[in-house]
């Protein structure tokens, strides 16, 4: 099991060696999703050229973790209502994320419980910090303004006037900007993001990720 401080995503090993994925970046999922809020273009216009119902320009955490494993990206978890068996895990992320501080006093606990499974700690709090703190060493001039939103600077951001949603304004080029619209992510920030998790630098024990694969 690898958990995300945030928990952002847990990844589940079971006994039968069956490799699960979990996206668990909920905060927004029933008060959007569930009551049918739109997620329109131009969210998904980078590398999905099409809505998914990512809130962001292009692919997420989760997407890259995938990609990684040369696994196809999981199912939205509300396709359960047509049908998907989810196979290779459920993806809640397909509309919001939080992230809570990096201490996370639950993990001794949970080792003592789960003593046949493999639990990996991830600090998603200091990988985002350093992002942030250190924006321009990553290409990123501006960390607070959002790329899509409205208002123009210094954030481009107005809770009555979201993303996608009418009178919005959207930047040119999302590579430059670390937030997508002022709450979620750019693709580009998610990339960075994925390759620290990827490099076990922040992970306690440093596994890497594709060990879930391996044993």
Same mark, same amino acid.
């Given at each position: ?24 970046q909920l905060r ?9 809020f739109p ?23 989760? !997407?890259?973790l995938?990609? #990684?494993?040369?696994?196809? &990206?999981?199912? @939205?978890? *509300?396709d359960?209502? $047509? ?32 003593t ?13 910090? !350093?992002?942030?703190?250190? #924006?321009?060493k990553?290409? &990123?001039?501006? @960390?607070? *303004?959002?790329?899509? $939103?409205?208002g ?7 809770i ?28 580009a ?9 990827l490099?076990?630098?922040y ?6 990720f ?6």
């Open positions: 099991m690898v958990i995300f401080g945030g928990i952002d995503i847990a990844i589940v090993q079971e006994p039968a060696y069956h490799l699960q994925l979990w996206g668990f927004h999922w029933w008060t959007r999703r569930g009551l049918g997620v329109n273009l131009p969210n998904g216009r980078l590398f999905f050229r099409q809505s998914t119902g990512r809130l962001s320009d292009g692919r997420l955490l989760i !997407d890259f995938c990609q #990684s494993l040369n696994a196809s &990206f999981l199912s @939205p978890y *509300m359960s209502l $047509g049908g998907s068996r989810f196979t290779n895990g459920a993806n809640f992320a397909v509309v919001g994320s939080s992230t809570l501080p990096k201490t996370a006093p639950f993990m001794p606990k949970m080792r003592s419980q789960l046949g499974a493999t639990i990996v700690y991830v600090d998603m709090y200091s990988i985002k910090y !350093d992002l942030i703190a250190n #924006s321009s990553y290409g &990123f001039s501006n @960390p607070l *303004m959002a790329c899509c $939103g409205f123009g600077a210094p954030y481009n951001y107005n009555k006037v979201t993303c996608g949603q009418p009178g919005y304004q959207v930047c040119d080029e999302g590579s430059k900007f670390l937030s997508w619209d002022g709450i979620h992510y750019t693709e920030a998610n990339a960075i993001i994925a390759s620290k998790v490099s076990t630098a992970s306690s024990p440093r596994a890497l594709d060990f879930f694969c391996r044993n």
